[in-house]
């Protein structure tokens, strides 16, 4: 995210209180670097607000009601999928997303939560071979 | 005990966050790094959005969610708004479970 951001120190030490998930994700799909400041600090400034807004309500309102009933556990995957949506123009970034994804479900039995979301990064790997649809020279021969 | 876990937390999540932002930042990588870094958020949010939908705790399970995300996935690809595409997804697998 640093190379998508500006600012002195002070705003980077903002920035990274910031850096989430959806931060990263909301800004890397837009298509320019202005667009993309502004995504990160929207997304950034209205989460934490209303994330903390909602623990707080959670809190006090306890186990009244669950969330499962209004189907709010998918809410969290469906706002991903949104955002993740518009990397997948790239075809690596879709062969990285069924790696990640594969591996994440692969491990998820016998690794301890939180694990195979860190393993998943391996579909990265996939950007070590040079993309395919590169400019490519000609050489006359 | 428990405050002092959580603000140890808190401070070792930020200290992660800022290191990259703002000791690693601005600097240029190889570029064999960059192509890799810059697919990581394709390949980690679908692991999340995979985690959020067939798993829960340890196991891995097919329910209601299935059926909400895959509408959600849907309206995604139909380029709907991020706010319909979550009420789509909840509503589904709220509706889902009631049947």
Redesign the interface.
């Known amino acids: 995210m640093s190379r998508r951001l500006d600012g002195g120190l002070g705003r980077k030490l903002l920035a990274a209180q910031l850096t989430i998930d959806e931060t990263t994700a909301m800004a890397v799909a837009q298509p320019d670097r202005r667009s993309q400041q502004v995504a990160f600090w929207v997304t950034g400034v209205a989460l934490y607000t209303f994330w903390n807004l909602g623990t707080l309500i959670g809190a006090l309102t306890g186990s009244a009601i669950d969330p499962k009933t209004f189907g709010l556990d998918a809410a969290f995957p469906a706002g991903f999928i949104a955002m993740v949506w518009p990397l997948f123009s790239d075809p690596r970034a879709r062969m990285a997303a069924v790696i990640g994804g594969v591996i994440c479900l692969i491990t998820v039995p016998f690794t301890p939560i939180g694990v195979p979301i860190l393993l998943s990064v391996f579909g990265v790997l996939v950007g070590l071979q040079k993309p395919v649809d590169a400019p490519k020279i000609e050489v006359a021969s | 005990m428990t405050w002092t876990l959580i603000i140890l937390l808190t401070l070792g999540a ?1 200290a992660f ?2 290191t ?3 000791f ?3 600097r ?1 990588l190889p570029p ?1 790094f960059e ?21 829960n ?4 399970v097919l329910d ?2 299935a059926l ?2 895959a509408v ?2 849907i ?3 139909r380029k ?1 708004p ?1 706010i319909v ?11 889902v ?1 009631q049947i």
């Open positions: 930020y966050k800022v990259g932002l703002v690693l930042g601005g240029s064999i192509r890799c870094l810059a697919l990581i958020p394709a390949a980690v949010v679908t692991a999340l959005v995979m985690k959020d939908t067939f798993t705790g340890q196991d891995v209601a969610r909400g995300i959600a996935g309206a995604a690809w709907a991020l595409v979550i009420v789509l997804g909840a509503a589904v697998t709220a509706l479970r």
